[in-house]
Each structure stands twice: as structure tokens, then as C-alpha cells.
């Protein structure tokens, strides 16, 4: 089974600020079925990234996806005070779908 | 747009049984596979079940396995999820979301509190 970790748990950051996420998989994976979410406080998980690297519509432009094999990133190129969330990596190619843990994104 | 509206979560007693719905719309539900992720306070995502466009499959994480029932009516546009013997481990908020590249629709989410 798939285990998926997500590093850090938690980012304190300023606005305007690159930042670079990471999820890393106990084994190798597609990143065909990779995807990235962003939950903002009390509100359904949104959907950023799929196959690693594609933004889902609407997903602005600062956000990009990387990776292959264990090790996949999601980068902010500048972050907007919206962009302040919790995200969380997933593999979607079969069951049981595993999500990693969260990173959290806190305003410094 | 694409719409999912869930609702049957609320308080209940250990032990006791549950019926979580998920009323669909704006796409065409009968051609989607269809999930259930919940969130327990304070934690991550944790997928819970997959059913097919048709229903001839399903699929349920270990942990819940022989408890949890998903099902679906694409006559109604409604996904189900029937919780058995409740534990106070399955106070979440529950989603369903459709199937994709990427999960690209949830519903707002229903929450289940299980307590004595």
C-alpha cells in the first residue's frame, strides 16, 4: 500500500514569497495519477493539480507541479494572501487512494 | 454547474446506523464513478469508498470494510453511503466527490458526530 508524505507539516510565510511543497511516495508511482488539493478553512477540498503537473481550470498560474517516481512538488511562485491553506498530495490510480498528511500554509 | 449536495449526516449513538446521501447535478451522473472521503476534527482526508458509473463495482478501504456500504440510484442522481455499527472514530465531515483526473467536484460535506 502506498503510503504518501507530505513535508513540512507547517510553513510560515509572508505574501509574496516562493514556496515549494513536497510529497513523497513509500513507493514508485505514476505521476499520471498524482494530484494536489487546496483546503481552505471550513471549505470541501479544491482541486489544483492532476497527473502532477496539469492545473485543473481555474488554477492560477503560479501554481506548477513537478516530479516523478517517489518525490513530487507543488511550487507557489508568489504567494497571495488566498494561497494561505492547507494542502494535501494524492495518488488517484487505484484503490485505496491515499492522500498524504497536509502541508499547512500560515501567514508569517 | 456541477452541484453535490450531501446530506443525513447529525448526531447519533455508538452503534447505531446512518444513511448519508449525495444529490448529484449539472453533469451527467450516470457515466461518473463516485467517491466518499471523510475528515475527521483537526486531520487529513481519508477516502472511504468508490463506486462505479453502473454500480457493478465497489470499493472500501480495510479499516471499514463489511461496515460501510456505498450505493447509488442514477434514477434519482443520489450516492448513498450507509454506515453501520458507529464508532466515535467516525465523527467526520463526510464529501462525496466526483470521479476524474483529479477529483475535480465536492459537495460541501455532511457531518456525522457520534457520540453516547
Known amino acids: 500500500e502506498i503510503v504518501l508524505t507530505q513535508s513540512p507539516g507547517t510553513l510560515s510565510l509572508s505574501p509574496g514569497e516562493r514556496v515549494t511543497l513536497s510529497c513523497r511516495a513509500s513507493?514508485?508511482?505514476?505521476?499520471?495519477?498524482l494530484a494536489w488539493y487546496q483546503q481552505q478553512f471550513g471549505q470541501s477540498p479544491r482541486l489544483l493539480l492532476y497527473?502532477?503537473?496539469n492545473r485543473a481550470t481555474g488554477t492560477p498560474d503560479r501554481f506548477s507541479g513537478s516530479g516523478s517516481g517517489t518525490d513530487f512538488t507543488l511550487t507557489i511562485s508568489r504567494l497571495e494572501p488566498e494561497d494561505f491553506a492547507v494542502y494535501y498530495c494524492q495518488h488517484y490510480g487505484r484503490p485505496p487512494f491515499p492522500f498524504g498528511q497536509g502541508t499547512r500554509l500560515e501567514i508569517k | 454547474q456541477v452541484q453535490l449536495v450531501e446530506s443525513g449526516g447529525g448526531a447519533v449513538k455508538p452503534g447505531r446506523s446512518l444513511r448519508l446521501s449525495c444529490a448529484a447535478s449539472?453533469?451527467?451522473?450516470?457515466?461518473?464513478?463516485m467517491h466518499w472521503v471523510r475528515q475527521a476534527p483537526g486531520r487529513g482526508l481519508e477516502w472511504m469508498a468508490l463506486?462505479?458509473?453502473?454500480?457493478?463495482?465497489?470499493y472500501y478501504p480495510e479499516s471499514v470494510q463489511g461496515r460501510f456500504s456505498i450505493s447509488r440510484d442514477n434514477s434519482r442522481n443520489t450516492l448513498y453511503l450507509h454506515i453501520n455499527s458507529l464508532r466515535a472514530e467516525d465523527t467526520a465531515v463526510y464529501y462525496c466527490?466526483?470521479?476524474?483526473?483529479?477529483?475535480?467536484?465536492w459537495g460541501q460535506g455532511t457531518q456525522v458526530t457520534v457520540s453516547s
Open positions: 513507493h514508485s508511482v505514476s505521476s499520471t495519477h
Open positions: 449539472g453533469f451527467t451522473f450516470n457515466t461518473s464513478a
Open positions: 463506486i462505479w458509473f453502473d454500480g457493478s463495482n465497489k
Open positions: 466527490a466526483r470521479d476524474g483526473d483529479g477529483w475535480t467536484s
Open positions: 497527473g502532477a503537473s
